[in-house]
């Protein structure tokens, strides 16, 4: 699995950004996918999170009701849709793949991760 993140941007308060989480290999990847995020001076914090066939997927409180995660297998992506951004949601963006199938927000499941996306909203 090599995963590579991408989609960050600069975007105002109430706007919208669609992150992508790419699997390089060829083979479909049959693990859990999780999104984690990390700003400035604060621990990495999960987001969200999706199962191996695009079932069972956890979100963080905070991005309740305003971010959908999603996977398309055939590309071999993850989707982060992110609406009615905040300023609070400022940070590098990082997608994980998880040792096991599952959706899980446990980050000591994940064992790959990819290089993130920056992440930022204006007010």
């Known amino acids: 699995v090599q995963l590579q993140a991408s989609g960050g941007g600069l975007v105002e308060a109430g706007g919208s950004l669609r992150l992508s989480c790419a699997n390089s290999?060829?083979?479909?990847?049959?693990?859990?996918v999780g999104w984690f995020r990390q700003a400035p001076g604060k621990e990495r914090e999960f987001v969200a999170s999706i199962s191996w066939n695009g079932g069972d997927p956890k979100y963080a409180d905070s991005v309740k009701g305003r971010f959908t995660i999603s996977r398309d297998r055939v590309k071999n992506t993850v989707y982060l849709q992110m609406n009615s951004l905040k300023p609070e949601d400022t940070a590098v963006y990082s997608c994980?793949?998880?040792?096991?199938?599952?959706?899980?927000?446990?980050?000591?499941?994940?064992?790959?991760w990819g290089q993130g996306t920056l992440v930022t909203v204006s007010s």
């Open positions: 994980a793949a998880a040792r096991s199938s599952v959706s899980t927000s446990n980050p000591l499941m994940y064992v790959y």
């Open positions: 290999r060829r083979t479909s990847s049959n693990n859990g």
